[in-house]
């Protein structure tokens, strides 16, 4: 998917929603267990219930990998059945790769031709060649770790390199890479007070936002500090929406969540 097609979803859709899929068979509804797959069930119940106000799902690919090959084939089902029945929706492999050019180019293989994602996360501490292998495929997106939801990003991230912040370092460097363009970034919502400071060097790219609902991130901090004029970001909600119920009426329940948030983000999308 081209970021012009991605912007006019936004728009049509007054949304810039990420439905996070991170699916826990210990958390999904009981009656789904009878199913041959119950995770591609649960998916599949929660896509068709969101995919009016959604603009990109998101399966962390950890939540697949954890069940073997049921998982891998959950995984697969889940992204054929977006591509198939939602192409309009952006796809997000939560796959955090980061490794030596000949194995990223394999990884980027696996996420953008075998599986057929449009994206995929990538870890930027391997630097350069680790990370050009997956910007060589066009109109596919590369959105690398910038500054993370959790409380260990202080650890590295926002540490001094050479007089500026490791996570900045992140953002100035990968834009002058080939075919940085294909380039989007995460920044955790609970880092919103940073988002200022990010637009000021990377001004024009996507923001996958990770860390609202149940990391306890602010909706309205994100929107005031990382908009751009092309919204410029891509809201990231798991738990908080697919979790919404344990019961029957899971897919519902979800759908009220998603519509929570995209009434709240109509609010600051100015045509
Ligand atoms: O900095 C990051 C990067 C990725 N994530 C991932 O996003 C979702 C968040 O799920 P919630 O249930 O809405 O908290 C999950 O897949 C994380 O691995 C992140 O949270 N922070």
């Not at 990109?56 to 992204?79: D, H, M, S, V």
């Not at 930027?124 to 596919?140: A, I, Q």
Request: charged residues 25%.
């Amino acid at each position: 998917m081209t970021t012009q097609e991605l912007i006019a979803q936004i728009h049509k859709k007054k949304s810039f929603l990420c439905v996070g899929l991170d699916v826990d068979t210990d958390k999904i509804p009981a009656h789904l267990l009878k199913e041959e797959d119950p995770v591609f069930a649960f998916n599949k119940a929660i896509i068709d219930a969101t995919a009016e106000v959604t603009v990109a799902y998101k399966p962390n690919i950890a939540f697949y990998e954890a069940y073997g090959i049921p998982g891998w084939k959950a995984l697969r089902k889940t992204i054929d059945y977006i591509n198939e029945n939602y192409p309009e929706i952006f796809t997000i492999a939560d796959a955090k790769r980061g490794d030596i050019g000949n194995t990223a180019a394999m990884y980027a293989r696996a996420f953008f031709e075998d599986l057929g994602f449009d994206s995929v996360t990538v870890a930027p501490y391997m630097g350069r060649d680790s990370v050009e292998p997956f910007l060589d495929f066009e109109n596919k997106h590369t959105i690398l770790l910038a500054l993370t939801s959790n409380p260990g990003a202080f650890d590295f991230q926002t540490r001094d390199l050479d007089g500026k912040a490791l996570y900045k370092r992140v953002l100035e460097t990968s834009a002058t890479w080939k075919n940085s363009s294909n380039l989007m970034y995460v920044v955790g919502a609970t880092k919103a007070e940073y988002l200022r400071e990010i637009r000021r060097i990377v001004p024009d790219s996507f923001l996958l936002v990770p860390g609202i609902g149940a990391q306890g991130g602010s909706l309205e901090e994100v929107c005031r500090y990382g908009m751009n004029e092309n919204i410029g970001l891509l809201v990231n909600s798991a738990r908080g929406i697919i979790y919404a119920s344990g019961g029957t009426d899971f897919a519902e329940a979800a759908r009220t969540e998603a519509l929570k948030l995209q009434a709240a983000m109509t609010a600051f999308i100015t045509e």
